[in-house]
């Protein structure tokens, strides 16, 4: 069973930063994808940022100078460091990944609230 298990979250005042951690049960490489979508009250879940099994990274415009992703590959960890937070940030962030087969499996960890309030 794959799992991912996400932390890091918190609340933060405007322009300061978090570090999400995503531990995966599986080595990272395992994952067509993997990466971090948010999901605030209200809307519908987005793309934060992805790593794709090539290396390339995709981020959302509205996060590209302000997020970065980046992996350890000897703790199966996925990480998104969030700098210049904004209130708009505020969301519930979920880790998810894609597992290739027969076909495509999705996984998801329960999600880390994230807020940005003075």
């Known amino acids: 069973q794959v799992q991912l298990v996400e932390s890091g979250g918190g609340l933060v005042q405007p322009g300061g930063s978090l570090r999400l951690s995503c531990v995966a049960s599986?080595?990272?490489?395992?994952?067509?994808?993997v990466g971090w979508y948010r999901q605030a009250a209200g809307k519908e879940r987005e793309l934060v940022a992805r790593l794709w099994n090539t290396g390339t990274m995709n981020y959302a415009d509205y996060v590209k100078g302000r997020f970065t992703l980046s992996r350890e590959n000897t703790k199966n960890t996925v990480f998104l460091q969030m700098n210049d937070l904004k209130p708009d940030d505020t969301a519930v962030y979920y880790c998810?990944?894609?597992?290739?087969?027969?076909?495509?499996?999705?996984?998801w960890g329960q999600g880390t609230q994230v807020t940005v309030s003075s």
């Open positions: 599986v080595i990272i490489d395992t994952f067509n994808d």
């Open positions: 998810g990944g894609t597992i290739m087969s027969s076909k495509a499996y999705d996984y």
